[in-house]
């Protein structure tokens, strides 16, 4: 069958921005991408039970294009947006009211990809999470810089000639206990951006 979710310990303090999204658990998201091309990308991601938990929309019709990542009910939690004239590729996230709360940075390997993304907990910490693997494989893992503790596990099920055929991709993210869904979902929508521009 397909990849088993991987055992993630849980993290020793609370990680990330929305305290609604913080895994009280291990949990495994679905990330399952929908391409529309006038409109741009669009995600439906679900908890592996098929419980639906984000949605997100892209805009590809804006002068740079953004994703605009919602709750259940419709409420904007961010939207990313690619920064222009930076050396390394780089994506941020804005609240609702424009401010920058999160910022991930795409650094170049000779094998695989390196992002780095940086923002402040909920608790005013300064955090910093390395997200490295194979992106073209979809697998890559995000830890903790600090510790060097895993915090996220991204892989595809199995490989699906028809998905990919269609440019449609769905992969899982398994996010450990004390860790926000929403930054982690975040990331790997910047993934995405950087792999889709990489093939356009």
């Not at 938990?53 to 990542?69: A, C, D, H, P």
């Not at 690619?82 to 094998?111: D, W």
């Amino acid at each position: 069958m397909g990849h088993s979710p991987p055992q993630l310990a849980p993290f020793p303090r609370p990680l990330g921005i929305f305290a609604p999204f913080i895994a009280r658990q291990t949990e495994t998201l679905v990330i399952k991408e929908k391409v529309v091309s006038l409109s741009g990308n669009s995600f439906d991601i679900t908890l592996a039970n098929g419980q639906p938990i984000f949605k997100v929309k892209g805009e590809s019709m804006t002068l740079s294009s953004r994703m605009n990542v919602m709750d259940m009910s419709g409420n904007l939690l961010f939207c990313i947006r690619k920064k222009h004239l930076t050396i390394h590729t780089t994506y941020y996230a804005e609240n609702p009211n424009g401010e920058e709360i999160f910022e991930v940075r795409s650094k170049f390997k000779l094998i695989g990809s390196r992002f780095i993304g940086h923002f402040t907990s909920a608790s005013g910490q300064q955090e910093e999470l390395i997200m490295e693997g194979d992106f073209t494989d979809t697998s890559a893992d995000i830890k903790d810089e600090a510790s060097g503790q895993a915090v996220a596990s991204i892989y595809r099920d199995r490989w699906n000639a028809r998905e990919f055929l269609g440019g449609q991709q769905t992969y899982n993210v398994t996010i450990a206990p004390n860790v926000d869904m929403a930054i982690i979902v975040a990331m790997c929508i910047c993934m995405d951006m950087k792999n889709n521009e990489g093939s356009g």
